[in-house]
């Protein structure tokens, strides 16, 4: 089978930004398994300080503190993902070890950034400038719309969709989503990924979708779907099993994920990418940066005489 590496840089990141997605595509093609493939790609995605996982991800709006959420789930039906974990240049590989090297499925905060340091990943600071400025805009819009209080403890804003809706209309800046990929391998496996440093609107200690298996990310034997966007939207949808699930049935990955697209509200970025056996598709109600990178099967060389 071709083997193929799709990525995308986040729901809502500048389009100028697709030669970061290229590059973590083709550098994704280098490996030889899925998984391999997918996580390749998934730390070059976490390198660029454009894109909002690992290095350059979103403080939460403590503005002390940058959490990561990660996982990544393989057409086995293996999985390892980390939420709320600090001070980690590849929070993917902490999640790969996760699926690796333990029983669970999900670590969290503390223990997550524990296990990282008994595993061997180092401290390391993803704070960017850029994306502490941000920060400091975000929370200047809060207070001024009188959505949340100084010291952003809680919110004030009800739980109101349509008034959390407005919250991704506050910034026209907004730096973009978590980061993913989707791979298939040439023995025919999938894996997909996503990392993220979670919401430019966030209280520590939030979990948003990329680290819940069937949310932000599903794998299986039909196929691969990584998704980007407004997590709580994404969970609620259980989006990634749902997009699988229609993949699984037959229906094509480009009609699947238009499908699923249409049914988000347009205020909430969404993107969504697939790969299946003989189809990979992607799309997204905003700007999104995708790379695509594929080795098509050399034929044999006719036989002479
Ligand atoms: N999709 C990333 C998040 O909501 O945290």
Redesign the pocket.
Known sequence: MEPIVLTHGG?GAPASAKDGADAAAHRGLEEGDALAMALAATCVLEDDPRFNAGTGANYRLDGETIEL?ASVMTSDGRSGAVACLERVQHPILVAARVRERTPHLLIAGGGATAFARRQGFPDYDPGTKERRSHLERARALLLQRRFAEPGFEAWQILAERDEVKALWNFSTDYPG??VGAVTRDESGAFAAT?S?G??LF?LRG?????PLIGC?VFAGPRGAVA??????E?VRRFLAKTVYDALARGNGARATIDAALAEIPAAIPMGILAVTSTEHAHGCNREMPVGVAARPKVAPAPRRG
């Open positions: 729901a959420d989503d978590t996503a993220t979670g919401t966030t939030r979990v948003g979708d990329s932000g998704c980007t966007g407004a997590g709580e994404i």
